[in-house]
């Protein structure tokens, strides 16, 4: 990936509808949750009856999203949040999937969304997010996706569960080049996308009294409070989107899901793309998105 101070030097070779989808005017809005600030991003007009809701990973930010967003088909709003702690939303004392949700709720009233027919569609921690959003209210959502989010069975020992993002604490570093640089995917893996990992890596940083830092909050790692023993349940309809190169879905995970959910969720595999399958196979999982939204009719056919 090559960083200069010229980030649209940078994305020289990015392809057209990237170039395109980002240079949208997305509108910047924020509301709050527990007197902290959610930052959230919208495009589209706020009266249609649809809306999408997409929804990042752990560390991650909403501009993760901001290419796909507009290349999803039909008429709908498109709300891309940061979740608390992480992107310009504020940081927290402990974190929680009940704080997700209320968060990621707390903007859906605030955009007059709550009576509306809501699609989540979560990658990672995302997914998660947006099976316990539809599990906690089985009647509030018109579809669940997610995305290479491993579902463990509630009975998963985690005794010896090794954590696919390390904890750290934050460093700080002098400039802003010589933090981007250091600008890594977890679980690492290879992305041949370098335009979109540039692109990512521009809103990943931000500059403090003490130097540049990443703007997730370190203590999110220790103190999420994960969902052990939880079982979903969502009565929406469900899409599961894996990667095929995936580190963190192995056979078992798979086969757990498969038999959990047969009955209320579909599943496809994108063979080429790893766990950042935004980032692997952007165009594809689109395509794929678009396919189930029509097959749910969640937008009025003409």
Same mark, same amino acid.
């Given at each position: 990936?090559?960083?200069?101070?010229?980030?649209?030097?940078?994305?020289?070779?990015?392809?057209?509808?990237?170039?395109?989808?980002?240079?949208?005017?997305?509108?910047?809005?924020?509301?709050?949750?527990?007197?902290?600030?959610?930052?959230?991003?919208?495009?589209?007009?706020?009266?249609?009856?649809?809306?999408?809701?997409? /929804?990042?990973?752990?560390?991650?930010?909403?501009?993760?999203?901001?290419?796909?967003?507009?290349?999803?088909?039909?008429?709908?709003?498109? /709300?891309?949040?940061?979740?608390?702690?992480?992107?310009?939303?504020?940081?927290?004392?402990?974190?929680?999937?009940?704080?997700?949700?209320?968060?990621?709720?707390?903007?859906?009233?605030?955009?007059?969304?709550?009576?509306?027919?809501?699609?989540?569609?979560?990658?990672?921690?995302?997914?998660?997010?947006?099976?316990?959003?539809?599990?906690?209210?089985?009647?509030?959502?018109?579809?669940? /996706?997610?995305?290479?989010?491993?579902?463990?069975?509630?009975?998963?020992?985690?005794?010896?569960?090794?954590?696919?993002?390390?904890?750290?604490?934050?460093?700080?570093?002098?400039?802003?080049?010589?933090?981007?640089?250091?600008?890594?995917?977890?679980?690492?893996?290879?992305?041949?996308?370098?335009?979109?990992?540039?692109? /990512?890596?521009?809103?990943?940083?931000?500059?403090?009294?003490?130097?540049?830092?990443?703007?997730?909050?370190?203590?999110?790692?220790?103190?999420?409070?994960?969902?052990?023993?939880?079982?979903?349940?969502?009565?929406?309809?469900?899409?599961?989107?894996?990667?095929?190169?995936?580190?963190?879905?192995?056979?078992?995970?798979?086969?757990?899901?498969?038999?959990?959910?047969?009955?209320?969720?579909?599943?496809?595999?994108?063979?080429?793309?790893?766990?950042?399958?935004?980032?692997?196979?952007?165009?594809?999982?689109?395509?794929?998105?678009?396919?189930?939204?029509?097959?749910?009719?969640?937008?009025?056919?003409?």
């Amino acid at each position: 990936m090559e960083i200069t101070k010229n980030l649209n030097q940078d994305l020289k070779n990015a392809p057209l509808w990237f170039q395109e989808s980002i240079n949208l005017n997305f509108q910047i809005k924020e509301t709050a949750i527990n007197n902290k600030k959610i930052v959230y991003q919208t495009l589209g007009d706020s009266a249609e009856e649809v809306v999408l809701l997409l /929804i990042h990973g752990t560390g991650a930010h909403k501009n993760w999203w901001r290419p796909l967003g507009p290349l999803f088909n039909g008429s709908h709003y498109l /709300i891309i949040p940061d979740l608390p702690g992480m992107g310009e939303s504020d940081f927290h004392d402990t974190y929680s999937f009940p704080l997700f949700k209320d968060g990621l709720e707390q903007i859906l009233k605030a955009e007059d969304c709550l009576h509306k027919k809501v699609v989540l569609i979560g990658h990672s921690l995302g997914g998660h997010i947006a099976g316990f959003m539809a599990s906690e209210n089985k009647n509030m959502y018109a579809g669940m /996706i997610m995305i290479d989010t491993p579902i463990r069975p509630p009975n998963y020992d985690y005794t010896s569960h090794k954590a696919s993002i390390p904890i750290r604490k934050i460093k700080y570093y002098k400039d802003k080049l010589s933090i981007l640089n250091r600008f890594r995917l977890m679980p690492p893996q290879d992305c041949e996308n370098s335009w979109y990992l540039r692109y /990512i890596a521009e809103f990943s940083a931000k500059e403090t009294p003490d130097g540049w830092r990443w703007r997730f909050d370190d203590t999110i790692f220790q103190s999420l409070n994960r969902l052990h023993g939880y079982e979903f349940q969502f009565h929406c309809p469900s899409l599961f989107i894996a990667g095929g190169k995936s580190a963190l879905l192995d056979s078992r995970i798979m086969q757990y899901m498969r038999e959990a959910f047969k009955t209320t969720m579909d599943f496809e595999v994108i063979n080429n793309a790893a766990h950042h399958v935004l980032l692997d196979e952007p165009l594809l999982l689109v395509d794929m998105i678009n396919a189930k939204l029509k097959q749910w009719k969640i937008h009025k056919t003409s």
